[in-house]
T-cell receptor, first 110, second 114 residues
Framework: DAKTTQPTSMDCAEGRAANLPCNHS???????VYWYRQIHSQGPQYIIH???NNETNEMASLIITEDRKSSTLILPHATLRDTAVYYCIVRARNDYKLSFGAGTTVTVRA | AAGVIQSPRHLIKEKRETATLKCYPI?????VYWYQQGPGQDPQFLIS???????DKGSIPDRFSAQQFSDYHSELNMSSLELGDSALYFC?????????????FGAGSRLTVL
């Protein structure tokens, strides 16, 4: 069973915030939420991760609900270069690997 | 900043041949991961190494083997190549092997089997 559920695709307007949802209703207390993206055929790129608290870095913000069953990745000002497949991944503290599921294809339009 | 280096970037082989991919992790990273991404698919975990020992294993075919060397670089050896092995192969590295450690991926090696 997939640990996360994401929309198949999303369109965003250039210059606007992009809000990418992810459901992880079976997440356990020792599991992190990670976000990666993959721009066409390039290596996956780390964006952000969090355990319980909201997180922000130079690329994005991660908002995790209080019950931790869902999260939202926010790209504050989407650009055409943000067009990519975005993966939300749940990873246990003792899990060495990242397991990629079906991500969200985000298309930023001018 | 130094990144994960993969070589070769492109490789063309015939069926039943052997191929070797190399991965040089970020300096001081001690954990290496290999992923395979077929056309139109999501990356699939193959195998990982922590401090030169296999730490986890995914859906890696028996025809494939890998190891991590004393300088922490890793090699993925693929024998008896099949058409279905045509894919992008990504290597990633991290410092430490817990769920809190971020994986940094290389640019990938594209293998084409004819």
């Amino acid at each position: 069973d997939a640990k996360t559920t994401q929309p198949t695709s999303m369109d965003c307007a250039e210059g606007r915030a992009a809000n990418l949802p992810c459901n992880h209703s079976t997440i356990s207390g020792n599991e992190y939420v990670y976000w990666y993206r993959q721009i066409h055929s390039q290596g996956p790129q780390y964006i952000i991760h969090g355990l319980k608290n909201n997180e922000t870095n130079e690329m994005a913000s991660l908002i995790i609900t209080e019950d931790r069953k869902s999260s939202t990745l926010i790209l504050p000002h989407a650009t055409l270069r943000d067009t990519a497949v975005y993966y939300c991944i749940v990873r246990a503290r003792n899990d060495y690997k990242l397991s990629f599921g079906a991500g969200t294809t985000v298309t930023v339009r001018a | 900043a130094a990144g994960v280096i993969q070589s070769p970037r492109h490789l063309i082989k015939e069926k039943r041949e052997t191929a070797t991919l190399k991965c040089y992790p970020i300096p001081r990273h001690d954990t290496v991961y290999w992923y395979q991404q077929g056309p139109g698919q999501d990356p699939q975990f193959l195998i990982s190494f922590y401090e030169k020992m296999q730490s986890d294993k995914g859906s890696i075919p028996d025809r494939f083997s890998a190891q991590q060397f004393s300088d922490y670089h890793s090699e993925l050896n693929m024998s008896s190549l099949e058409l279905g092995d045509s894919a992008l192969y990504f290597c990633a590295s991290s410092f430490g092997n817990s769920g809190a450690n971020v994986l940094t991926f290389g640019a990938g090696s594209r293998l084409t089997v004819l």
